[in-house]
């Protein structure tokens, strides 16, 4: 059997595992990460794009932002458009230089996985945990199976990144918590293209036969989405058919869409999740592990940094002035930014999203709401103030 021990033990080597990892080694904490897939699967997958500027300025405070600020694509608006119209929110503007930057998470998750081995850290690929166990006490184990060999390792706290479907969250007593669902009646058929960029910011638009999204990867590679029915089919979306509907929803008087090979295509759920609690004696959640939000606000990898941002400072609180209470209360801390997160992320898919007939009551609410987008500096402001993430002092 195979036996290590380490002061944090990180299930999941995603953004928030990683994250996690390099804020405790900037503390002098020990930690060992413990991943389910292989390295190669880790890097490639793609999922989010956005980053908050909270989530860029920590990366910068850890020194892994050099090709971050160098390859991605800092945005300073958003393009909102509704029924062919189209205007713009300027996020610097109105949140006094606040932005956003375009950076693939596989990127992300690269470049932090790179930092965490070049400086000595110990993570552990193809490696399930399989239980999680004595988290009330002050010696909690994680097993686990590594080369076909069973394995435990011991350590004074738990932090669980590793996803809705993870050992952390099942681990979590459930009379500790309650779950909140909301599944949308709509989904994202979503495509990535060998293309240019057709605009320079995000493009959301409301239109007729349903939402499109055009966003971006790289100055060579597109990101789109439009909305389809929850029981719908890739098969039934051509690349043809893709092209000509997002033409169609995105559409404005003197733009076009550039088109090209498509690489990727999947059909995406929307969908709410996350417990009222992240914690059990010795035992946190950080990122999907606690909650999901429809990607419509682009809070899914920017909540799971912000997590674990706060989880470091509790752990560094009771290492270096042995106080437990920032651990106590970092389900507290945590749940604050997320509730707003859950509520910007509703309000942007019900702005946007096709749920009743055109021309219905809905539809004139969601109008209503564009219009005075459009009017107000003051409502354009809380859109642009949730879309690039409030400061961490706001929720302290």
């Not at 610097?92 to 375009?102: D, F, P």
């Not at 606000?297 to 290492?319: M, T």
Request: charged share 25%; with cysteine; proline share 3%.
């Amino acid at each position: 059997m195979k036996i290590l021990k380490t002061q944090v033990g990180i299930i999941g080597a995603g953004p928030a595992g990683l994250t996690l990892a390099l804020l405790l080694r900037r503390q002098g904490i020990e930690a060992i990460i413990l991943e389910n897939r292989s390295r190669e699967y880790v890097q490639a997958r793609v999922r989010a794009g956005l980053l908050e500027q909270n989530t860029v300025d920590i990366y910068k405070s850890l020194g892994v932002a050099d090709r971050l600020l160098r390859e991605g694509q800092e945005h300073r608006g958003v393009y909102l458009s509704f029924d062919g119209q189209r205007i713009r929110v300027p996020f610097g503007e109105l949140t006094g230089g606040r932005n956003i930057t375009i950076y693939g998470q596989q990127e992300v998750v690269k470049d932090l996985t790179d930092e965490w081995i070049a400086g000595g850290g110990q993570i552990y690929f193809e490696t399930p945990a399989s239980k999680i166990e004595d988290f009330e006490t002050d010696s909690p184990k994680i097993h686990f199976e590594y080369e076909g060999e069973a394995g435990i390792l011991n350590c004074d706290f738990v932090a669980a990144c590793d996803g809705f479907h993870g050992i952390g969250r099942r681990t979590l007593p459930p009379d500790t918590y309650k779950e909140f669902t909301v599944t949308y009646p709509f989904s994202w058929l979503g495509i990535l293209a060998h293309v240019a960029p057709s605009t320079d910011e995000l493009i959301y638009a409301y239109h007729e036969r349903g939402f499109a999204l055009h966003s971006l990867r790289s100055d060579k590679i597109s990101r789109l989405y439009i909305q389809v029915d929850n029981d719908d089919l890739i098969d039934n979306w051509s690349d043809e058919r893709i092209w000509e509907e997002l033409a169609i929803r995105l559409g404005t008087e003197g733009w076009s869409l550039k088109t090209g090979p498509i690489f990727e295509k999947s059909i995406t759920p929307m969908r709410s999740f996350f417990t009222d609690n992240m914690q059990s004696g010795r035992l946190f959640l950080a990122g999907d592990a606690a909650h999901i939000v429809p990607p419509t606000g682009g809070k899914g990898l920017n909540l799971a940094v912000a997590d674990v941002k706060h989880l470091a400072d509790g752990l560094a609180e009771y290492y270096q002035k042995n106080s437990i209470k920032a651990l106590d209360n970092y389900s507290t801390i945590a749940l604050k930014r997320i509730w707003r997160a859950q509520d910007f992320s509703n309000f942007m898919t019900t702005l946007f999203h096709k749920q009743d007939e055109h021309g219905s009551f809905t539809y004139q609410l969601q109008k209503a709401k564009f219009d005075y987008i459009k009017v107000s500096e003051a409502y354009a402001t809380t859109i642009a103030e949730n879309y690039v993430g409030l400061p961490f002092e706001v929720f302290e």
